[in-house]
């Protein structure tokens, strides 16, 4: 059996090729551009087929008799073509009107026009469902001149040109209305962003800077139909080959329709994204008058951000007009046709990950710039063997769990604080794990000490690759607690912020000479969640973050990398004098540690719990709530006997809005 085929190197024209050239003696004369015959070759070698087999003819679309030659047309007409199959159009929202005129409109009767001089036994033209307009309601594969409003120039082409054929083909017809087309079922595969793909954007974002539990509010929207690519070819092929269905239309739809907040929902399921359970219906703004819509959509201002917001999630306009899509496709004739052939379009939830993951790896225009989850990670052995990593703080809670596990890993470690005895306990256990560390006794605190210390790391070791800045005083009282203990804030800002500045500041020179140096500061989730009770030590915190934004700015081509890490609530020894903390959710100090180590393989800008994330977002999207909340919690938890210059009590147990606050908010420091 002979085809001769349009598009057939475009995306559903590959997979509809393959199947014509499965079946037993087919052939197929594929229309190609002057130039790119290369693409037929690599089809070839793709599906393992002789040139003769698959034989390009070169023509263009634009053309009469689709530029086709007389010496080709009259091989062609000797050959007896039995199906002619015009997949060839533009597909593209974005495309300027009379490029979609002259290649949708006039394509097509420049093909109905070669068709019938080489007598093809049927015209098959892909139309889409686009020719129906946007038709309120339930359009039928019998229904055409009932079309809805024909408001951009994608849906006016697809009508007109299906017009065409319905009008004046001179031989018998078929024609396919595919529904919104998506990547192959079973790899994903896809060639362009389309359709539900605009989506992807937005959605990847929400995923990078919020955890997949908090609730957003979206918008219900129209009604989307997703049918994967594999399934339309199929199902097209299959009907080809159906005896007694000329003149009919078949809709290559799928049984279930999608609203645009189902949708989203879907894909931000398989992106680990935040979903919208909430979702606002159409008639809320059909409500708002139109001349009100109209005048706000207009203004300069509106129109600016809407592009500027538009642009920078890779969304063109022309796709807005289609949240509100209105119609749901009948398909109950393409079904008929294809009973019994085991051709149907499969839910979109069965295949949705296979889509993520391709556009993720193949379309995202920002995949180089990302890291590459599916690529072999570095591990913690190979980042710090051999390296010089001074940790702060080390004989006790986080920083002895970090120093631990660095020596394990091969580090040479160089731990840090106060009391020599515990130092030498650090020191005993690093050897007991045959890892390599020496101490240096030093109150980071006190800026002389700082500046010997680093001089001395200097003269020994030469060089720091990796400052871990742990070392750290915590405060919980309340600022009314606080009028007359202004050194609380002395203290907090001398250990915290200054004593850590002046390590970074002693270390930068020679890291900058290397052109190489990683620091970590271990910050607070308070600083993200503004915790009550803490705004010495918050306050200190912050100001460390703020110095590493700004330092990191200016540093990053020196190739010096900042990370600070958002610690949550930790079960060490600076929390001791807080005795309610025995009853409330903390994480361990390796838990602590591992969180470090992983800092020191990825080198992120922030590591941070996802309820510090959100109460980040919080603080700055809903202000008033995030403070009533806070508030309340404030409320709810009191000075410890500690903070009021009492001896302090562990308490036996805690009230149940206290326990149910903590673990609702686990992490935060109440």
Not at 350 to 365: M, R, T, V
Request: net charge negative; with cysteine.
């Amino acid at each position: 059996m002979n085809y001769f085929v349009t598009g057939a190197t475009g995306f559903i024209g590959r997979f509809l090729l393959a199947r014509l050239l499965s079946r037993e003696d087919s052939r197929v004369f594929a229309l190609i551009r002057p130039g790119s015959e290369y693409k037929l070759d690599a089809m070839r070698r793709r599906l393992n087929v002789e040139p003769e087999r698959l034989v390009g003819i070169k023509g263009d679309l634009t053309k009469k008799m689709l530029g086709v030659s007389k010496r080709d047309r009259d091989d062609l007409t000797a050959a007896k073509i039995d199906h002619f199959f015009h997949l060839a159009a533009i597909y593209d929202l974005t495309a300027d009107e009379n490029q979609q005129r002259y290649t949708n409109i006039e394509g097509t009767r420049n093909a109905l026009r070669l068709a019938e001089e080489l007598n093809a036994g049927c015209f098959h033209h892909i139309s889409s469902v686009a020719a129906a307009g946007l038709y309120e309601g339930t359009f039928r594969e019998d229904m055409f001149d009932e079309a809805g409003e024909l408001a951009d120039a994608y849906l006016q082409t697809k009508h007109e040109s299906e017009a065409l054929v319905r009008l004046e083909a001179k031989l018998p017809w078929r024609i396919y209305r595919p529904s919104m087309v998506v990547g192959h079922s079973q790899t994903g595969e896809m060639d362009k962003i389309d359709g539900p793909y605009y989506f992807f954007k937005l959605i990847q974002k929400l995923s990078d800077v919020l955890p997949p539990w908090v609730p957003l509010l979206g918008i219900e929207g129209g009604q989307f139909n997703i049918v994967p690519v594999d399934f339309v070819a199929s199902a097209i092929d299959r009907i080809a080959h159906v005896p007694d269905r000329d003149g009919q239309c078949f809709h290559l739809t799928a049984d279930r329709h999608y609203s645009v907040g189902e949708v989203m929902n879907i894909f931000a399921g398989v992106a680990d994204a935040p979903k919208m359970p909430v979702r606002i219906d159409n008639s809320v703004f059909e409500s708002v008058p139109g001349m009100v819509r109209k005048g706000i959509s207009s203004l300069t201002p509106a129109k600016f951000f809407l592009h500027q917001a538009m642009e920078g999630l890779d969304i063109p306009e022309s796709a807005l007009k289609f949240l509100s899509y209105p119609t749901i496709f009948d398909n109950s004739n393409a079904k008929a046709t294809l009973n019994g052939s085991g051709i149907e379009a499969p839910e979109l939830e069965a295949y949705a990950q296979l889509l993520w993951d391709y556009w993720e790896n193949h379309l995202d225009p920002d995949r180089d710039e990302r890291e590459d989850d599916g690529a072999p990670s570095i591990s913690l052995e190979e980042r710090v063997s051999g390296k010089v990593v001074l940790v702060t703080g080390a004989t006790s809670g986080i920083g002895k769990a970090a120093a631990l596990k660095l020596a394990r890993a091969g580090a040479i470690v160089l731990v840090v604080a106060r009391t020599a005895e515990k130092l030498e306990e650090t020191l005993h256990e690093i050897e007991q794990l045959g890892g390599k560390a020496f101490s240096y006794s030093a109150d980071v605190s006190h800026l002389d000490d700082c500046d010997r210390l680093v001089k001395q790391i200097i003269a020994d070791h030469g060089q720091v690759d990796i400052l871990v800045n742990n070392a750290g005083r915590s405060i919980r009282r309340s600022v009314e607690h606080s009028y007359d203990r202004f050194h609380d804030f002395e203290r907090t800002m001398q250990l915290n912020y200054f004593g850590a500045l002046r390590l970074i500041m002693q270390l930068l020179p020679s890291m900058t000479e290397r052109g190489a140096g990683h620091i970590i500061n271990i910050s607070s989730i308070g600083v993200l969640t503004n915790a009550p009770r803490f705004s010495a030590y918050v306050a200190s915190k912050a100001a460390l973050d703020a110095f590493t934004r700004c330092a990191s700015s200016e540093l990053a081509h020196h190739g010096i990398r900042f990370t600070t890490i958002n610690m949550p609530l930790v079960r060490t020894p600076m929390i001791a004098p807080t005795k309610i903390y025995n009853h409330v959710p903390t994480i361990s100090p390796n838990q602590a540690a591992d969180m470090i180590c992983d800092a020191i393989v990825r080198q992120p800008k922030r590591i941070a719990t996802s309820l510090g994330i959100v109460g980040q977002v919080m603080h700055f999207l809903t202000p008033k709530i995030t403070e009533t909340i806070m508030n309340t919690g404030y409320k709810i938890f009191s000075d410890s006997s500690a903070a009021l210059g009492q001896k302090e009590k562990t308490p036996k147990r805690i009230s149940r809005e206290q326990q149910a606050f903590s673990r609702l908010f686990k992490g935060i420091h109440w």
